[in-house]
Nanobody
Framework: QVQLEESGGGLVQAGGSLRLSCAAS????VGWFRQAPGKERDFVAA????????HYADSVKGRFTISRDSAKNTVYLQMNNLKPEDTAVYFC??????????????????WGQGTQVTVSS
């Protein structure tokens, strides 16, 4: 079983940066998803257990970076050049069935409680 706990959300002005952290116990692919009010939960980025493979949604490529520190069992999402449309609750999720990245939320078995990111214009 994998336990997840996000931190690092907050309020930032457009163009600013935030770094989200996900403390993830256990060996798993870890993904970040986000959900805005009234919208579906969307894939943002994911990273394999070794950290050797990453994948990003087109909407965040070049602005967000996912990384992991295995010694600290923590996955990070560095978010730069934030835009108002990035406003959402951000969730980290873990996938233990294989070491392949998936973009569908249904492929992830474990979820954190979410952290709010608000970008003001």
């Amino acid at each position: 079983q994998v336990q997840l706990e996000e931190s690092g959300g907050g309020l930032v002005q457009a163009g600013g940066s935030l770094r989200l952290s996900c403390a993830a116990s256990g060996r798993a692919v870890v993904g970040w998803f986000r959900q805005a009010p009234g919208k579906e939960r969307d894939f943002v980025a994911a990273i394999t257990w070794s950290g050797g493979t990453t994948h990003y949604a087109d909407s965040v490529k070049g602005r967000f970076t996912i990384s992991r520190d295995s010694a600290k069992n923590t996955v990070y999402l560095q978010m730069n050049n934030l835009k108002p449309e990035d406003t959402a609750v951000y969730f980290c999720a873990a996938r233990t069935l294989g070491n392949l990245i998936a973009v569908a939320a249904t492929r992830y078995e474990y979820w954190g409680q979410g952290t709010q990111v608000t970008v003001s214009s």
